[in-house]
């Protein structure tokens, strides 16, 4: 069984900053790429950044330059640092990560249940 639980969402002004944690934990064998998505209401989840095991990290073009993704492999833990927020960075945001589980031959993408992230005056 292998759990992602996040942390750090609130409502925040714009032009703010917030940072989102992801802790992973269970029977972890090793784990390949981690990063976030993020799903505002009556829209498609989208990818918001990902990082992968030796820590190259990559962005969708709305949240490059606010948004920096970090992780630590000891920890089984991905950040995201969220600044500059605008009011579209409303959403619920969920971690997730590629992990091999022990005794697995393949791995598999788990998620976390999400947090909410509010941006508004």
């Known amino acids: 069984q292998v759990q992602l639980v996040e942390s750090g969402g609130g409502l925040v002004q714009p032009g703010g900053s917030l940072r989102l944690s992801c802790a992973a934990s269970g029977n972890i064998f090793s784990v390949n790429a981690m990063g976030w998505e993020r799903q505002a209401p009556g829209k498609q989840r989208e990818l918001v950044a990902a990082?992968?095991?030796?820590?190259?990290?990559g962005y969708s073009d709305s949240v490059k330059g606010r948004f920096t993704i970090s992780r630590d492999n000891a920890k089984i833990t991905v950040d995201l640092q969220m600044n500059n927020l605008k009011p579209d960075d409303t959403a619920v945001y969920y971690c997730?990560?590629?992990?091999?589980?022990?005794?697995?031959?393949?791995?598999?993408?788990?998620w976390g249940q999400g947090t909410q992230v509010t941006v508004s005056s």
């Open positions: 997730y990560a590629d992990i091999f589980s022990t005794g697995s031959d393949m791995s598999s993408d788990y």
């Open positions: 990082i992968s095991s030796d820590g190259v990290a």
